[in-house]
Nanobody, 116 residues
Framework: QVHLVESGGGLVQPGGSLRLSCAASGIIFSIYTMRWFRQAPGKQRELVATISSGGSTTLADSAKGRFTLSRDNSKSTVYLQMNSLKPEDTAVYYC??????????WGQGTQVTVSS
């Protein structure tokens, strides 16, 4: 059974930083592309960042220059380093793996709030 656990969210002031983690279990983590999505109140879930099994990354335009995605296959964990955070980054951030069901598997999410 696929299990994804996000952590690292919290309240931060504008311009601050957070590092989100997503620990995976129940899958051969190293072979899968992993993704981070976010969902703000009243908005649709949107893709923020993608990292391939080989470590290539793709970021949404809103994240470019501020967010960095990485993975540690030895720990079955993917990280999202978020710098220069803005109030519009406030959302629940979800980790996704393309395995476990036709629509993949999701973690429970971690809340990020950017506010002064």
């Amino acid at each position: 059974q696929v299990h994804l656990v996000e952590s690292g969210g919290g309240l931060v002031q504008p311009g601050g930083s957070l590092r989100l983690s997503c620990a995976a279990s129940g899958i051969i983590f190293s072979i899968y592309t992993m993704r981070w999505f976010r969902q703000a109140p009243g908005k649709q879930r949107e893709l923020v960042a993608t990292i391939s099994s080989g470590g290539s990354t793709t970021l949404a335009d809103s994240a470019k220059g501020r967010f960095t995605l990485s993975r540690d296959n030895s720990k079955s964990t993917v990280y999202l380093q978020m710098n220069s955070l803005k109030p519009e980054d406030t959302a629940v951030y979800y980790c996704h793996a393309p395995v476990g069901s036709p629509s993949g598997s999701w973690g429970q999410g971690t809340q990020v709030t950017v506010s002064s």
